[in-house]
């Protein structure tokens, strides 16, 4: 494993590996395409100039919210606080959601390994479930024959309140057949780990993801930080073995 890839914090919850719980945009796909296309069709119906993706990019973790501060802070657009913005966006990103989504390289492989491991996973994100479950359903293939299908998706607008409150991780959690001190929350926001924390889950952040430059994900106090899915599969490998009952005693 490369150290440089991976810091870890003291880990004092079961080494048991009962559930690996993930968030979605910039952790387990790369939707920051269809994002970026959304906003910009909202900037061009406004007679305004679209921005670039490498702009974009960085806010899409921070979902509808964050790009619409984005578009109100860099162009004349007005969008404040009035919910129809929001509407505006998501009507233009029903369109787009698809467009160039992917599972960043080495995500299949790591839900492959988990499903050899009979480990199940889930996805708790803040984006719009009906969104959520389409850029899901457009993957599935991606999937099949290769890993299982997650144990629950759980997205935004459902019964729970989103993160960094932490009800949608506890519900995933009790899909999975799991208790919180043996899984794990992955999430490339800092409220993703809040909730991890709240939920009492071990929690990594993925610094993979749309994580803007001026973040320090160190600050955020994940038990792990990891540069790739890779580096986030040899964590998993760590957590899941036992360690020797005279370590476990010493600890």
């Not at 395409?33 to 921070?62: C, K």
């Not at 080495?106 to 009906?130: C, F, R, S, Y």
């Not at 955020?220 to 005279?246: E, F, G, K, V």
């Amino acid at each position: 494993m490369n150290l440089s890839d991976v810091w870890n914090r003291p880990y004092s919850a079961s080494p048991r590996l009962g559930a690996v719980l993930f968030d979605l945009d910039g952790t387990l796909v790369d939707t920051a395409p269809g994002m970026s296309q959304a906003l910009n069709r909202l900037l061009t119906s406004q007679g305004l100039e679209p921005l670039t993706h490498e702009i974009i990019r960085p806010h899409v973790s921070g979902g509808t919210r964050a790009l619409l501060q984005l578009a109100r802070t860099l162009t004349a657009m007005p969008c404040d606080e009035d919910p129809r913005w929001r509407e505006a966006f998501l009507e233009h990103y029903a369109m787009t959601a698809t467009h160039d989504v992917a599972f960043f390289p080495g995500i299949v492989e790591l839900l492959a390994t988990l499903g050899d491991w009979h480990v199940p996973w889930a996805i708790v994100t803040n984006k719009p479930q009906d969104l959520a479950e389409s850029i899901m359903d457009f993957l599935r293939p991606q999937l099949d024959g290769r890993a299982a299908a997650p144990r629950c998706l759980v997205g935004g607008g459902s019964a729970f309140r989103p993160k960094p409150d932490p009800a949608g991780i506890l519900h995933a959690l009790a899909c999975c057949h799991t208790l919180p001190q043996h899984a794990v929350m992955v999430g490339d926001d800092q409220r993703d780990i809040a909730a991890g924390h709240a939920a009492g889950v071990h929690t990594v952040a993925a610094t993979y993801g749309y994580i803007p430059h001026h973040e320090q994900p160190a600050s955020w106090q994940a038990h792990a930080l990891c540069a790739s899915p890779r580096a986030i599969l040899d964590h998993l490998a760590i957590l899941r073995t036992p360690l020797p009952t005279w370590q476990a005693a010493k600890g």
